[in-house]
C-alpha cells in the first residue's frame, strides 16, 4: 500500500513533468534591469522617426529610387526597425553619407543608426566609439575591370590605375594585394562614388576595388555593362553590419534584436504574406516572435508585436534579399541560412 501510494506519488510527478514539457515555459516578468542612459532611443521616440545614414548610391544596398525614396537591402532594415520601434516603417529620414563621413555623424550623434555597407573591422569597433549590431550581410572585395584581351585574374592588373574611395576597406585592401603579389597598382582615390563611376566608365582607371555585390550591380550601370569583367579573387572578409554608437545599450539591443528577428522569421518560415496564420502556429518559438506569448517586445522597451510589424511591413530577411539582391545578379552563396548551408544565424529568442 505504501509503496503503491510512493509509485502513485512518483507517477503524479513524471506526469506532472510530461506536462511541464509539453506547456510553455512561464514567461518571467520583464526584467527591470537598468540600461543607464538612452538618449539615441528617447531621441528615436521623441522625434517620431529613425534617422538613417545610408550610402550615396551602393547598388542594392542603398541607392535613391525613381520616386525620390531610398531602396535597397540596408534601407530596408532601417525600415524594418522602424516598424519594430515605432509600428510604421516610413519613419525614416535617410541622410547619405561617403565612406569617409559615416562614422563622424554617427559619432556626433547626426544619425541614429548606420545601414550602409559598412564592414566590421577590429579597428573601427575599437578605436571609434562605435558598436557593430550583427552581420547582416557576409561579402568580400574584389576587382571590376575594364576586358582586356586574356584578362582573367587579379595579378594580372599589374600596372593598373585602381579606382577605390577614401575611407573604406579596400583602400588597404588594394596596397596589401599589390604587395603580397609583389606587382605595382596605382590607386585613385576619390571621396565619391559618382566621381568613381565617371573614372570607371570612361577609362580613367582600369578597375575598380570594391565589395564584390556591390560591384555586381556596379557593372549593370555601366553605359555597356560586358565592357566589365568581376575578376574571380575574393581579397578579404567584408562582414556587413549595422552600427550605432555607444552609450545606449537599450538601442544597441533593439537594432540587434531586430536584425535577428528577421533571420528568425525566416528561419521559422514567417513571410510577410503567411503572419496571419502564423500567428496561430503553436511552435513555441513562432508565439515568441511575434508577441502571442512572451513579452519580448516589452523587455525591449516595445510594442509585443514589434517583429511581428517589421516582418508584415518590410518581409524576413529572406525576402528582404530577394527584392534587392537577387534581381542584380547576386546569389545567397554564404548568405544561406546556416540551416541551409550559409551562415547567417541568429541567436535563439528565449
Ligand atoms: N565595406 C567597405 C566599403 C564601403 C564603402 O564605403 N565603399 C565605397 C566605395 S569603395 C562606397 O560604398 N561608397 C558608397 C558611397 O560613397 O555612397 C567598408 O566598410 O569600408
Do not use: H
Not at 547582416?136 to 593598373?160: N, T, W
Not at 525566416?266 to 511575434?290: F, I, M
Not at 527584392?323 to 547576386?330: E, H, K, Q
Amino acid at each position: 500500500m505504501r509503496f503503491a501510494s510512493l509509485l502513485g506519488a512518483a507517477g503524479a510527478a513524471l506526469l506532472a513533468f510530461g506536462a511541464a514539457a509539453q506547456a510553455p515555459a512561464p514567461t518571467p516578468a520583464p526584467a527591470a534591469v537598468s540600461r543607464g542612459a538612452t538618449p539615441v532611443f528617447d531621441g528615436v521616440k521623441s522625434r517620431d522617426y529613425i534617422r538613417c545614414g545610408v550610402s550615396q548610391g551602393t547598388p542594392g544596398f542603398s541607392a535613391p529610387n525613381s520616386q525620390g525614396g531610398w531602396a535597397g537591402f540596408d534601407v530596408d532594415f532601417c525600415r524594418a526597425l522602424a516598424a519594430a520601434v515605432l509600428g510604421d516603417a516610413n519613419k525614416v529620414r535617410y541622410q547619405a553619407y561617403s565612406a569617409q563621413q559615416r562614422f563622424t555623424a554617427l559619432q556626433s550623434g547626426e544619425i541614429d543608426v548606420l545601414s550602409r555597407n559598412t564592414t566590421w573591422t577590429f579597428q573601427r569597433d575599437i578605436q571609434l566609439g562605435l558598436e557593430f549590431v550583427g552581420i547582416a550581410f557576409y561579402d568580400g572585395a574584389g576587382f571590376l575591370a575594364r576586358k582586356s584581351p586574356g584578362l582573367e585574374r587579379a595579378v594580372q592588373l599589374d600596372g593598373a590605375s585602381v579606382c577605390v574611395q577614401t575611407g573604406s576597406t579596400n583602400e588597404l585592401i588594394v596596397a596589401d594585394f599589390a604587395r603580397t603579389n609583389n606587382i605595382r597598382l596605382n590607386p585613385l582615390v576619390f571621396q565619391n562614388l559618382e566621381q568613381i563611376f565617371d573614372a570607371l566608365f570612361n577609362g580613367r582607371c582600369d578597375a575598380f576595388n570594391w565589395d564584390r555585390a556591390a560591384l555586381a550591380g556596379t557593372r549593370l550601370r555601366a553605359p555597356n555593362p560586358d565592357d566589365f569583367v568581376l575578376l574571380p579573387e575574393v581579397l578579404s572578409k567584408e562582414p556587413y553590419s549595422p552600427v550605432v554608437a555607444q552609450g545606449d545599450q537599450r538601442w544597441l539591443e533593439i537594432v540587434r534584436w531586430t536584425l535577428f528577428s528577421l533571420v528568425e522569421a525566416e528561419e521559422q518560415g514567417v513571410t510577410s504574406a503567411n503572419l496571419a496564420e502564423k500567428l496561430r502556429s503553436n511552435d513555441p518559438n513562432t508565439q515568441r516572435l511575434l508577441g502571442v506569448t512572451g513579452n519580448f517586445g516589452t523587455m525591449l522597451g516595445l510594442s509585443d508585436r514589434w517583429a511581428y510589424e517589421a516582418v508584415r511591413q518590410v518581409g524576413n530577411y529572406g525576402e528582404i534579399f530577394a527584392r534587392n539582391l537577387t534581381p542584380i545578379g547576386i546569389d545567397r552563396g554564404v548568405n544561406r541560412l546556416w540551416s541551409q548551408g550559409g551562415l547567417i544565424y541568429a541567436p535563439a529568442m528565449r
